[in-house]
């Protein structure tokens, strides 16, 4: 039997359909949102998440190709099958650009719906020729107009750290968008997606009856591949993975939900795969990084700087009401918006009575991923061997062997010219701490509180709790004795694991960075 051929970079519903490519059935998503209250809707989710292919089968809807729909839900719920005319924008192309480029782009992207329908307008002005597409388009059918506007923010991620380059892209944008306002008894249906959720007030003026769907119950799985359908639609799949992995069925559902589990959007909600890395795990039988492998966040990475994130703070699980994380890109006061609406962070816990999220990085692919994109800011130019010394290190704690890991380290770190950047010890911590968070799924927390202060860091992996020290220019005894002057390692003895302390100290000698240590 061949095998089914999946939809790798296609974003058309259409096409899909046409070519029986395989399709994770979200139609009743579809026919829920517009058969509900509201005419404008909004939904927030990661890059690569199925943002495009929705608004696609929200444009196959509304213009009435039902014979794409033979076999799905909204076939078995739908009974009138209006069609109305669709304006569909994609925003994904202004990326990297100035105000006037953008403006240009946007003049481009209005000139292809016009030619569709018709209709000519010569006005230099994005908003004054949307104005007049929505006009033109409602006399010309005698319908309602359904606009459908996918990446609404991509013009604007990329300046998101810089507040000059910001303000001036976020007006052209507003300008763009405003006609909605006005235009809405002539409007059917208006649906925006995007990564970031910047404030209404900010974007689309004065209008203020956009439904943001992101964190209702009733949608958290109408983007990705939920568990029920991972173990319902793709159960085929699941076995000639295991197949190919050597592995048994429940043990191949654990590496998937491992490396791509993990999304919730709302609370409570049903567990959510990223559907970029798993199509593509299936598609090539192997459990790997797809999605840090299909974009390098650089608008993140700015963002860490410009709010100072450490690499730790993202190893530990936060807690925080839903207006801190759910909450405007251009008035945030930390990064934690971001994170989350990027899909870097997730909701793992709800506590009712105090009414805050626990929020967590979503799982392995992500701690790997994210960490490694990280490693080249702590190495410099060494990445590539850093990443070896990773991998032989991850193996000898495996087994038991830190001395054998830390001598590798060593090795490692004395081929790696120090900068003007590292001459201090919390670059050391955060370098340290990304290495542990590379090797493997191991509890690593930066700066734990003890009863008589905080430990610079705690490892524990499934057999050992590794308690560690850090000096800088100092001594490794030094480091260990304060280990056991502050009696660190009895705050994890109730583990019921053995505890090794460990003392390091970092130097800097004639053009190179080098470590001791002492357990």
Known sequence: MARRLYPIGIQTFERIRVEDKFY??????????????????????????????????????????KELFDGLALSRLEKEWEEYPVLHFSMAGGKHMEKEQLVRYLLFILKENEKRFGVECDSPDPNVRLLNLINSVNDKTGKQVVVLIDEYDAPLLDVAHDEDSLVILRDTMRNFYSPLKDCEPLLRFVFLTGITKFSQLSIFSELNNIKNVSMDEPYAGICGITKEELLTQMGTDIDELAEHLDLSREETIQELQNHYDGYHFSWPSPDVFNPYSLLNCFADGEIDDYWFGSGTPTYLINMMRKYEFLPSDLGETTYAGKKDFDAATETMTTIMPLLYQSGYMTIKGYDKMSRLYELALPNQEIKVGLFGCLLPHYLERHTTNGNTCIARMSVLIRQGNMEGALLLLKDFLETVPYCDNTYYEGH?????????????NYSIIVEPHTA????????????????????????AKEALDQINDRKYAENFAQRGKPVTKIGLNFTQKDGVSSLDWQM
């Open 428 to 440: 050391y911590q955060q370098m340290f701490y990304i290495i542990f968070a590379l090797l493997t």
């Open 452 to 475: 008589k202060g905080r430990l610079d860091v705690m490892m524990e992996t499934k057999d050992a709790i590794y308690v560690m020290e850090m000096k800088f220019n100092k001594s």
């Open 24 to 65: 994770v059935d979200k139609t009743e998503y579809v026919y829920r949102m517009t058969h509900t209250d509201g005419t404008y809707f909004f939904l927030s989710r990661p890059r690569r998440f199925g943002k495009s292919l929705l608004v696609s089968t929200f444009r196959s809807y509304f213009e009435g190709k």
